[in-house]
């Protein structure tokens, strides 16, 4: 079985779901092997033993995570040339791709992003991406020339979180030590101070199962407390239009759409969002759609499964109402 | 302060966006092209820079021939001169391939800054900003909703999923700016006239010095094998909302086993 390194992503040890996906997407390919960057390993250990993790690569050195992105893809590029890997998967994040794309460059590989799935056909990785917002699926490959190669080079692949249900598989975990003596220009851009904006316990946005977004129609700050109430009693994530984080209405990082996040979820809750194509495009690829907004002719309403047309502030309160009357 | 802001023309997202069969690449005959849009902040940024540090900015782009109208809105927003690397060997170049190719051309100009939008709006893979500071070996200052400039030092903040990571570095850096952070301005007509006047300088892969086996179709370690139109969506219920539609959600729901 060859080996294929999954780039575990994590905070302080918490590993997150997308990481799980990776290391069962792995588990079909290969034989996978977490890679662990940062300190708080032990409290990863269990979760990346369950999900099948034959061996994982420890590097806690904390210059790994002092600085901007580059350290990460000099320890990979060190394992790539060290265990000669069938492939790298890394979540397709926006650290995630920047970290592919410069271990691309020091491989001398090719990089597959947002690959919503992966497979070996004879030897070959083939990711599936989907393009235009979800209208048309190309299936790529890392070729030599212009022919797709058989493992002449370790090929990476950015995955997008939500592509592949994550299904436990117990292996070892075994810890193996790594370092990798850093060159002066992994060490140009320093992180001096990390700022988190409070976001409560709900899950992560691009993670979620479920998204609840606001748009235009919501209003202003305040009453996106009707969106949160929602998405508390799904266990959902809350998102945004560009038009209601443009307004100062939610944060940047809850921006759904071109110029912000892509989302997959099982269910994507829009409200007061109208559906221009910008929208559309990061969160066309949600499993069930659905929409709650005044004006029949929006665009949303064209790729709903279910649509409510009314009042947003009628409609959510009184769902919010019923979810919570039926637990 | 010498700035370079990279910018590239994109189909627009508005128009119905289809791959070229024979290519497998996007048609771009097929639809307008205009400037990323990200890169108006790029350009915005740059031109705030040098008011306030002096200096000039020089616009540079990569695409066919006729994709000139990127930075021509950069030139008429305020930049003082263009390079506009075009060569038909370029065509298919997938994005390791196409920061080698900038790389070359940067090599060659002098700057403190290089500037760019975080993201294109075709593809969407952000990756430009990082490759290129890999191939010139200099700070990586992605994803900036702030930039800060004194002397040599630069400092930004760097949007992640939790909030942002402050990030200081010495110039020369690469920047990738996010459209949180300014407000680009429009054309005046004074600048879209003296814009007419601006020299641009023409590149092709020798005068860039750009090794041909290393870009393009057969220099990209990337090839799309087939493309499929996606299935349409299958039609949806739509309600009115007679005063129930909340709970008619809720049903709906249930049905599908989300509550």
Redesign the interface.
């Known amino acids: 079985m060859s080996e294929i390194l999954v780039l575990v992503e994590h905070t302080d040890g918490d590993v997150k779901k997308v990481t799980l996906e990776l290391l069962t997407k792995a588990r079909e390919l290969g034989e996978p092997s977490a890679v662990y960057i940062g300190a708080n390993f032990e409290k990863a250990k269990d979760k990346l033993a369950e999900y099948g993790a034959a061996k994982v690569y420890v590097a806690e050195a904390a210059e790994l995570t002092g600085y901007v992105v580059a350290p990460k893809a000099e320890l990979l590029a060190k394992l790539v040339a060290d265990a000669s890997p069938a492939a790298v998967l890394v979540a397709a994040t926006a650290e995630g791709k920047e970290i592919a794309g410069r271990l691309a460059i020091k491989t001398d590989s090719g990089v597959l992003t947002d690959a919503v799935d992966l497979k070996l056909d004879g030897g070959v990785f083939i990711a599936e991406q989907s393009i235009f917002g979800g209208s048309s699926i190309v299936h790529s490959a890392v070729t030599v020339g212009t022919v797709p190669t058989a493992r002449a080079l370790t090929v990476i692949v950015a995955m997008r979180p939500n592509a592949t249900p994550p299904a436990p598989g117990a292996a070892a975990a075994e810890r193996v030590d790594v370092s990798v003596e850093l060159t002066d220009s992994a060490k140009l851009a320093r992180i001096v101070e990390k700022v988190a904006v409070a976001k409560g316990d709900r899950p992560e946005l691009t993670e979620a199962a479920i998204v609840v977004s606001g748009g235009r129609g919501v209003g202003s700050a305040e009453k996106f407390s009707v969106i949160e109430a929602l998405a508390d009693q799904l266990g959902a994530a809350v998102g945004a239009s560009r038009a209601a984080v443009d307004s100062g209405w939610y944060p940047h990082q809850s921006q759904v759409g071109q110029t912000g996040k892509t989302v997959s979820p099982q269910l994507y809750v829009a409200c007061g969002i109208s559906g221009a194509i910008q929208h559309r495009a990061g969160m066309q690829t949600s499993k069930t759609i659905i929409a709650v907004n005044k004006d029949a002719e929006a665009p949303i309403f064209e790729l709903v499964d279910y649509g409510v047309v009314g009042d947003l502030f009628n409609v959510v309160p009184q769902a919010t109402e019923e979810i919570a009357k039926r637990k | 302060m010498k700035i370079v802001v990279l910018v590239k023309q994109v189909p627009d997202?508005?128009a119905d966006?289809?791959?070229d069969p024979d290519t497998?690449a996007v048609d771009r005959g097929a639809v307008d092209g205009l400037i990323n849009?990200?890169d108006e902040f790029a350009i915005e940024e740059a031109l705030q820079l040098v008011a306030e540090h002096g200096g000039e900015v020089t616009v540079l782009s990569m695409g066919p021939e006729d994709a000139t109208d990127a930075y021509k809105k950069a030139l008429q927003m305020g930049a003082d001169k263009a390079v506009f690397l075009t060569d038909p060997a370029l065509a298919g170049s997938?994005?390791?391939a196409t920061?080698y190719a900038l790389a070359q051309v940067l090599k060659t100009l002098e700057f403190d800054l290089l500037i760019l939008g975080s993201?294109a709006?075709d593809a969407?893979?952000?990756?430009v900003?990082?490759?290129l500071?890999?191939?010139l070996?200099?700070?990586?200052?992605?994803?900036a909703?702030k930039v800060e400039v004194d002397g040599s030092a630069i400092?930004i903040?760097?949007?992640?999923?939790?909030?942002?990571?402050?990030?200081?570095?010495?110039l020369p850096?690469v920047v990738s700016v996010?459209?949180?952070i300014n407000e680009p301005r429009y054309p005046s007509f004074k600048g879209i006239m003296a814009a007419k006047k601006k020299p641009v300088d023409v590149l092709d892969l020798a005068a860039a010095s750009i090794d041909a086996p290393l870009v393009g179709?057969?220099g990209?370690?990337?090839?799309?094998?087939?493309?499929?139109?996606?299935p349409p969506?299958?039609k949806?219920?739509?309600?009115?909302?007679e005063?129930?539609?909340?709970?008619?959600?809720?049903e709906?729901?249930?049905s599908?086993k989300?509550?």
């Open positions: 997202t508005a966006k289809r791959l497998l849009e990200m997938d994005a390791l920061s993201e709006s969407r893979t952000s990756l900003p990082a490759l500071a890999e191939r070996g200099l700070p990586q200052l992605s994803f909703a400092k903040n760097r949007l992640t999923d939790y909030g942002h990571d402050v990030v200081e570095a010495t850096a996010v459209e949180k179709w057969a990209s370690r990337t090839k799309v094998v087939d493309a499929v139109v996606a969506r299958a949806g219920t739509i309600v009115t909302d005063g129930n539609g909340g709970v008619e959600l809720v709906f729901l249930a599908k989300f509550v």
